[in-house]
């Protein structure tokens, strides 16, 4: 049974700082490339970065370019999202996933609000 574990999140004043992380298991975690996405409300879903299996991270025209960070420790099979001088207008439903191929498997989602 495959699982995506998400773990942190919450609030934070803008300016703030907040890391993410989802643990997989039930897959080959090092084949995959692990990708975030977030949710506002309204909003359609939206990537926000990912980092492939050779552990090049890309960040493409996101919001959270130059702010975010994406990472992973396969020993761990835990992907990372580290987030810097947060805005308000980061506040969202934050997704990872897990993709191989045409394979995707969704963490459960977490809120992250930012606001004083």
């Known amino acids: 049974q495959v699982q995506l574990v998400q773990s942190g999140g919450g609030l934070v004043q803008p300016g703030g700082s907040l890391s993410l992380s989802c643990t997989a298991s039930?897959?080959?975690?090092?084949?995959?490339?692990m990708a975030w996405y977030r949710q506002a409300p309204g909003l359609e879903r939206e990537l926000v970065a990912y980092?492939?299996?050779?552990?090049?991270?890309?960040y493409g025209d996101s919001p959270g370019r130059g702010r975010f960070t994406v990472a992973r420790d396969n020993t761990k099979n835990t992907a990372y999202l580290h987030m810097y001088r947060m805005k308000p207008e980061d506040t969202a439903v934050y997704y990872c996933?897990?993709?191989?191929?045409?394979?995707?498997?969704w963490g459960q989602g977490t809120q992250v609000t930012v606001s004083s």
């Open positions: 980092i492939s299996t050779s552990n090049s991270p890309w």
């Open positions: 039930g897959i080959m975690f090092s084949s995959y490339k």
């Open positions: 996933k897990a993709e191989y191929g045409p394979t995707s498997y």
